[in-house]
């Protein structure tokens, strides 16, 4: 929130909800974090979420909550498919005449391969599941922006990679399902200039399907899931101290939870992969298989240009949703003089003169933006701090490390806000100072701005700060020595912190167990408070400030394993749901007839005589009487039903010179009944049509019948 402005005379009909001099929270400090677009809306949800966290936070330490752990369970999730799908090598045979018998088998033996297999199936959803709720968190709390770009374009190619991953394991299984994603897939890869014959004619009858496209899929199903964890290590590479696995109660839920899922409801298998035959219904994995939804109703193309409009929306996120600062909030050079008049100033800057290489800043640093240089001055210290411009968020936990005030927040300084709480403190002695963290339960209070005070708490002086990470514990023995009753910091509610570690680091050197610690003999027992509240506790909040009494809660462990077994069940449950969802499948409620060849046309020779005078222009050895052009003819099909024409087209030459085969994949809906069909085929310059197979044919739905031609010039006729 930027510095109040002086009141603008009210006009008609206008509202004032508070006085002229009040405003909201943060007065001189604030949120680091600039605008965005959708705010409201953004805010709105994530205080939802926040509600429930704060709950679950109540009885639940921040470590076993698991919305604030749903990073840390997604790759939990993930390394138990990964070993799971090892594990099932032992049976799964990779050919795909095997392939469905060797699952089939595996299902029957429910408490041995068939255990594992579920378990790598539900494994896999749960990753998906709580991948997405990660993901949906961060941009609710607008983290995507800045210097967080890259761990939100590495996370979203990770959840892309991890649902390819899953798409292409359920063509592994070779069912019905199977079935359907190798035809979308053959589909959508048509489109593109990529291979020479189209995909799906390998798909169209059960003794064309080949083994070296499975194979190749099972080795990319293999293989991508070490380019996953590249990825991962990318997305995780800016943090310091990630919290890349659970803790071990959460990681029992989890474990527990999904062997459980695995015993009790064991995955299913489908009907075996018939090329001809297609059910009107199918139960999917809604995970992995809710594009088959729309792969039958809308063409490729189409497909292709709502995943790439998708696509290009969500990886250039963190550019457009962030509102520009303006011009007087123009982020400073790296480690330059701070800019006091510029609000959400970044990154956090450096006084080298009074740096004394104590290295406490680059220790606390949640993001690893903090190294120390060489000095460029005559200090007798052998190096300085420098900030990473493209790794600071301007959290300002730094400021609250530095004993000398050496490094800190342009447009919120540590050296004028001493001096404003001495001026505060002067003016109100006895008072109650309140460190309020822009994130938590003080970002909705409101302050009077001249004196620093709360209208709802008179005796509390407030002061936002951009984290609580930020207040050092020598500005807690300042405003103790002039005259403060007591200090609270109010951080985030826990494990909530936007910046990871403030509240945590805050409450560490207040309790003496981190640098630099709260000196016991400059606060008294009892002085000093922490609360960790948030946004939706100001209430709370303020019932603390008032009474001096922060609220408690100190579930027991009978609670917090029902809550967490609880959880672990509600999840378990969400997660079976979404993995059987049944869709219609069109195909099932039709038939048709697929043609499909690949033949050379005739080949024709077109010459032509160039004038003389042509001719007489060209070198000597490029003087020739006649040019010729030697391309194929066009293969016409035609295709009769009942004696009416349904099908009657030209499929041109393949190759940059149109001298190669002509290749055709043409379906065409049937009505249900008996029928005569005829197919003709024509590779002469002329009208004629040399190749021709008649036959009756019995349709009904969900069932098709295939017509190939065979390198011999006969048609065969499937089934």
Same mark, same amino acid.
């Given at each position: 929130?930027?510095?109040?402005?002086? !009141?603008?005379?009210?006009?008609?009909?206008?509202?004032?909800?508070?006085?002229?001099?009040?405003?909201?929270?943060?007065?001189?400090?604030?949120?680091?974090?600039?605008p965005?677009?959708?705010?409201?809306?953004l805010e709105?949800?994530d205080?939802?979420?926040?509600?429930l966290?704060?709950?679950?936070?109540?009885?639940?330490?921040a =470590?076993?909550?698991?919305l604030t752990?749903?990073?840390?369970?997604?790759?939990?999730t993930?390394?138990?498919?990964?070993?799971?799908?090892?594990?099932?090598?032992?049976?799964?045979?990779t050919?795909?005449?095997?392939?469905? +018998?060797?699952? @089939?088998?595996m299902?029957?033996?429910?408490?041995?391969?068939g255990?594992?297999?579920?378990?790598?199936?539900?494994?896999?959803?749960?990753?998906?599941?709580?991948?997405?709720?990660?993901?949906?968190?961060?941009?609710?709390?607008?983290?995507?922006?800045?210097?967080?770009?890259?761990?939100?374009?590495?996370?979203? /190619?990770?959840?892309?990679?991890l649902w390819?991953?899953?798409?292409?394991?359920?063509?592994?299984?070779?069912?019905?399902?199977? =079935?359907?994603?190798a035809?979308a897939?053959?589909?959508?890869?048509?489109?593109l200039?990529?291979?020479?014959?189209?995909?799906s004619?390998?798909?169209?009858?059960?003794?064309?399907?080949?083994?070296?496209?499975?194979?190749?899929?099972?080795?990319?199903?293999?293989?991508?899931?070490?380019?996953?964890?590249?990825?991962?290590?990318?997305?995780?590479?800016?943090?310091?101290?990630?919290?890349?696995?659970?803790r071990?109660?959460?990681?029992?839920w989890?474990?527990?939870s999904?062997?459980l899922?695995s015993?009790?409801?064991?995955?299913?298998?489908?009907?075996p992969?018939?090329?001809?035959?297609?059910?009107s219904?199918?139960?999917v994995?809604?995970?992995? $298989?809710?594009?088959?939804?729309?792969?039958?109703?809308?063409?490729?193309? !189409?497909?292709?240009?709502?995943?790439?409009?998708?696509?290009?929306?969500?990886?250039?996120?963190?550019?457009?949703?962030?509102?520009?600062?303006?011009?007087?909030?123009?982020?400073?050079?790296p480690? @330059?003089?701070?800019?006091?008049?510029a609000?959400?100033?970044?990154?956090?800057?450096?006084e080298?003169?009074?740096?004394?290489?104590?290295?406490?800043?680059?220790?606390?640093?949640?993001?690893n933006?903090i190294?120390?240089?060489?000095?460029t001055?005559?200090s007798?210290h052998?190096?300085?701090?420098?900030?990473?411009p493209?790794?600071?968020v301007?959290?300002?936990?730094?400021?609250?490390?530095?004993?000398?005030?050496?490094?800190g927040?342009?447009?919120?300084?540590?050296?004028?806000?001493?001096?404003?709480l001495?001026?505060?403190?002067?003016?109100?002695?006895?008072?109650?100072?309140?460190?309020?963290?822009?994130?938590?339960?003080?970002?909705?209070?409101?302050?009077d +701005?001249?004196?620093?005070?709360?209208?709802?708490?008179?005796?509390?002086?407030?002061?936002?700060?951009?984290?609580?990470?930020?207040v050092?514990?020598?500005?807690?023995?300042?405003?103790?020595?002039?005259?403060?009753?007591?200090?609270?910091?109010?951080?985030?509610?826990?494990?909530?912190?936007?910046?990871? %570690?403030?509240?945590?680091?805050?409450?560490?050197?207040?309790?003496?167990?981190?640098?630099?610690?709260?000196?016991?003999?400059?606060?008294? @027992?009892?002085?000093?408070?922490?609360?960790? /509240?948030?946004?939706? =506790?100001?209430p709370?909040?303020?019932?603390? $400030?008032r009474?001096?009494?922060?609220p408690?809660t100190?579930?027991?462990a009978?609670?917090?394993?029902?809550?967490?077994?609880?959880?672990?069940?509600?999840?378990?449950?969400?997660?079976? @749901?979404?993995?059987?969802?049944?869709?219609?499948?069109?195909?099932? %409620?039709r038939?048709?007839l697929?043609?499909?060849?690949?033949?050379?046309?005739?080949?024709?020779e077109?010459?032509?005589?160039?004038?003389?005078?042509?001719?007489?222009?060209?070198?000597?050895?490029?003087?020739?009487?006649?040019q010729?052009?030697?391309?194929r003819?066009?293969?016409r099909?035609?295709?009769?039903?009942?004696?009416?024409?349904?099908?009657q087209?030209?499929?041109?030459p393949?190759g940059?010179?149109?001298d190669?085969?002509?290749?055709?994949l =043409?379906?065409? %809906? $049937?009505?249900?009944?008996?029928?005569?069909?005829?197919?003709?085929l024509?590779d002469?310059?002329?009208?004629?049509?040399?190749?021709?197979?008649?036959?009756v044919? $019995?349709t009904?739905t969900?069932?098709?019948?295939?017509?190939?031609?065979?390198? +011999?010039?006969?048609f065969?006729w499937?089934?």
């Open positions: 929130m930027a510095d109040a402005a002086p !009141a603008s005379p009210r006009q008609p009909g206008a509202r004032v909800s508070e006085p002229a001099r009040l405003r909201r929270l943060p007065v001189l400090g604030g949120s680091a974090e600039p965005v677009r959708g705010q409201a809306a709105g949800g205080g939802l979420v926040l509600r966290s704060v709950a679950l936070s109540r009885t639940l330490r =470590e076993e909550n698991p752990q749903s990073g840390a369970i997604t790759t939990v993930f390394l138990v498919a990964v070993v799971s799908g090892i594990v099932l090598l032992f049976w799964y045979s050919s795909v005449h095997g392939a469905y +018998d060797s699952v @089939a088998a299902t029957g033996a429910r408490w041995t391969s255990f594992v297999r579920t378990l790598h199936r539900y494994s896999s959803d749960a990753c998906m599941l709580f991948a997405s709720i990660h993901a949906g968190r961060l941009l609710l709390a607008r983290r995507v922006g800045g210097a967080r770009w890259l761990a939100w374009v590495t996370g979203l /190619l990770s959840l892309g990679l390819f991953i899953g798409w292409i394991g359920y063509w592994l299984v070779w069912d019905e399902r199977g =079935e359907r994603v035809r897939s053959a589909r959508m890869l048509d489109v200039p990529v291979f020479a014959d189209p995909m004619r390998s798909l169209l009858v059960d003794a064309h399907v080949s083994s070296l496209t499975f194979f190749v899929v099972f080795f990319v199903h293999m293989l991508l899931p070490l380019a996953m964890g590249v990825v991962l290590f990318i997305h995780i590479k800016r943090l310091a101290r990630p919290e890349f696995l659970t071990t109660v959460l990681s029992v989890v474990g527990v999904l062997c899922m015993w009790l409801l064991p995955a299913d298998l489908a009907e992969a018939r090329m001809t035959e297609s059910s219904r199918l139960v994995d809604g995970y992995y $298989l809710l594009p088959l939804v729309l792969t039958d109703r809308v063409g490729p193309t !189409a497909l292709w240009a709502v995943a790439l409009a998708l696509g290009l929306v969500l990886f250039s996120l963190p550019w457009w949703l962030v509102r520009p600062r303006g011009a007087g909030a123009i982020a400073p050079e480690n @330059a003089a701070p800019a006091h008049s609000r959400h100033a970044r990154p956090a800057y450096v080298e003169a009074r740096c004394n290489a104590c290295e406490v800043c680059v220790g606390d640093c949640p993001y933006a190294t120390m240089q060489p000095r001055d005559d007798a052998p190096a300085r701090a420098f900030v990473d493209s790794l600071c301007g959290c300002g936990i730094c400021a609250g490390s530095c004993d000398s005030a050496g490094i927040l342009g447009w919120n300084d540590s050296i004028e806000q001493r001096h404003r001495d001026r505060l403190l002067e003016s109100h002695p006895g008072a109650t100072v309140a460190f309020l963290c822009a994130e938590g339960a003080g970002a909705t209070l409101t302050v +701005d001249a004196t620093g005070r709360l209208p709802d708490a008179p005796d509390v002086l407030a002061m936002g700060v951009p984290c609580a990470g930020w050092h514990s020598l500005l807690v023995e300042r405003a103790l020595r002039r005259g403060a009753a007591r200090v609270v910091i109010a951080a985030c509610a826990p494990g909530e912190c936007r910046y990871r %570690e403030g509240g945590k680091w805050s409450a560490a050197r207040l309790a003496g167990e981190r640098r630099p610690e709260l000196r016991p003999e400059k606060a008294p @027992a009892g002085s000093v408070t922490t609360l960790a /509240l948030g946004r939706h =506790e100001a709370a909040l303020l019932r603390a $400030l009474d001096g009494a922060a408690t100190r579930p027991t009978v609670a917090r394993w029902a809550l967490g077994g609880g959880l672990a069940i509600a999840f378990s449950l969400f997660t079976y @749901a979404g993995s059987v969802m049944p869709i219609s499948v069109p195909d099932g %409620e038939s048709h697929t043609i499909s060849f690949k033949r050379a046309g005739m080949l024709a077109q010459c032509v005589e160039p004038p003389a005078e042509e001719l007489a222009k060209r070198p000597i050895h490029m003087r020739q009487a006649k010729c052009d030697r391309r003819t066009d293969v099909l035609r295709v009769t039903l009942d004696d009416r024409v349904i099908v087209r030209a499929f041109a393949g940059l010179w149109r190669s085969a002509s290749v055709a =043409e379906r065409v %809906e $049937l009505p249900p009944g008996e029928h005569r069909v005829r197919v003709e024509g002469t310059p002329d009208d004629a049509y040399g190749l021709s197979s008649e036959r044919i $019995l009904r969900g069932r098709d019948h295939v017509v190939l031609l065979g390198d +011999d010039g006969q065969e499937h089934p």
